[in-house]
């Protein structure tokens, strides 16, 4: 198998074929090929430099999708028969993010000093978390290692597209309800004046509606500083005390599974995930006491993590896992009866694998349903804040009609 090697943008200067001084960019592989191609092109170069690389560029994070396709990666490679270090060396030049790059060389280092590529990949707990580790570990033990690679890649892309699509559906109304306010505001602040105005010259009393929404711009106009601050104020104290306290946060998950129509969403996403990590553990034959402080850290809920806990104690005591879930209240009939069944026949892996689908496409239909239903919500949410604006404004203006009438 043949190297591959980044393209980098060269910065050089020479003599072209007629003589003259120029100067440029050309992309290749190394040095060597840049100098290549320019002599081919009738250029004689005097001097070639890499061009430097943003700060972005060079510090960009390193995501979930890159250490998936990494898994994927050297699932392929071993499964060639690439040996472990060449294919990391191969895999790190391959990269675009300086940062994942840095990162395989690391485990490769580790790797060639003596380490497993399970303990050489817990150095770095920020990237691979319990479970890839756990797998990759049980995969070096059996001697199946590209195969429990592939799995973790599967098992990764899996549960990110569920958790994409619950956050793309979650921020949508979000971002239409920020979208709502910010009109508001532009309209409170910039429109509602210029009719204040022209309502002073009536000299005549103004409804109660069109009074509360002049004192509202005037509050707005006066006072935005102290609007935006309290705003900013609460969303930090949020975001701090869900960082720091597991009682605040704990409360905070709690809410959102009570939440209309979200909350449901929520739920059946959690338990598709705790399914489908399961599965996967008990697939790789990693003990289910060890798998189950995986299985709590991807659901992703402070509610169902210490359920989970709360599990292992129990399994670890030799209660059955479906006897344990069903003291915990949190998981649906149709999943104990499964793992019922699973823990019976001995097919606990693959009856997890089938309610995991089965939640994922209940995830998928919920998703329709909510697309469906946003846009009259929006038009409700848009329409009901922007017409009442326009009543207000307007009232006193129908009002002097009649009067003059």
């Given at each position: ?24 960019l ?17 250029i004689?170069?005097?001097?070639i430099k ?20 990494f ?15 060449q ?20 485990v490769k280092?580790?790797i ?8 050489a990949?817990?150095?770095?707990p920020m990237?691979?978390d ?11 033990q ?18 990110e ?8 559906a979650?921020?949508y ?18 429109v ?35 609007i ?22 704990h ?10 129509v ?5 739920e ?5 995930r ?7 553990v ?9 798998g ?55 097919t ?7 309610v995991a689908?089965y939640?994922e ?6 998703l329709?349903?909510?697309n ?9 949410i848009l ?13 006193p ?9």
């Open positions: 198998m043949n190297k591959t090697e980044t393209t980098i943008e060269y910065r050089w200067s020479g003599i072209d074929k007629h003589h003259q001084r120029s100067q440029g050309i992309s290749a592989k190394n040095p060597t090929q840049a100098r290549v191609e320019l002599k081919r092109m009738g004689s170069v005097i001097s890499a061009k430097p690389r943003s700060w972005l560029a060079k510090h960009q994070p390193i995501k979930t999708k890159d250490i998936t396709l898994a994927r990666q050297l699932a392929t490679m071993l499964e060639a028969g690439v040996p472990l270090v294919s990391l060396e191969i895999i790190s030049r391959s990269q675009t993010k300086p940062s994942m790059a840095r990162l395989l060389l690391a280092t580790d060639e000093n003596g380490d497993s590529l399970a303990h990949l817990t150095k770095h990237h691979f319990k479970l890839f580790c756990d797998l990759v570990a049980a995969g070096e059996a001697g199946v290692l590209e195969t429990l690679l592939d799995k973790i890649a599967s098992y990764k892309e899996k549960i597209t569920i958790k994409n699509k619950v956050k793309k979650l921020s109304p979000v971002a239409v309800i920020i979208v709502a306010l910010i009109v508001t505001m532009i309209l409170l602040m910039f509602v004046p210029v009719f204040e105005d022209l309502f002073k010259s009536f000299g005549a009393e103004l409804p109660l509606f069109t009074k509360s929404v002049l004192a509202l711009s005037m509050m707005i106009q006066n006072q935005w500083w102290l935006v601050a309290i705003m900013g104020t609460l969303g930090y104290s949020i975001s701090y005390f869900k960082q720091r306290s597991q009682r605040f946060k409360r905070l998950d709690q809410l959102l599974l009570k939440l209309p979200f909350g449901a969403l929520i059946k996403s959690i338990i598709a705790f399914a489908r990590t399961l599965g996967t008990c697939t790789a034959g990693v003990p289910l006491v060890d189950l402080m995986s299985v709590a850290g991807a659901c992703g809920n402070l509610v169902y993590y210490n359920a989970v806990l709360k599990i292992r104690e129990d399994v670890a005591t030799g209660l059955p896992l479906q006897f344990s879930m069903q003291q915990s209240g949190l998981f649906p009939h149709l999943l104990m009866q499964m793992v019922a069944i699973g823990e019976a026949s001995g606990l892996d693959s009856m997890l694998i089938k689908n939640y496409s209940e995830v998928d239909n919920l329709d349903q909510l469906s239903l946003m846009e009259p919500m929006i038009m409700v329409g009901g804040l922007v017409g009442s604006l326009i009543v207000a404004m307007y009232l203006i129908f009002q002097l009609g009649t009067i003059i009438a």
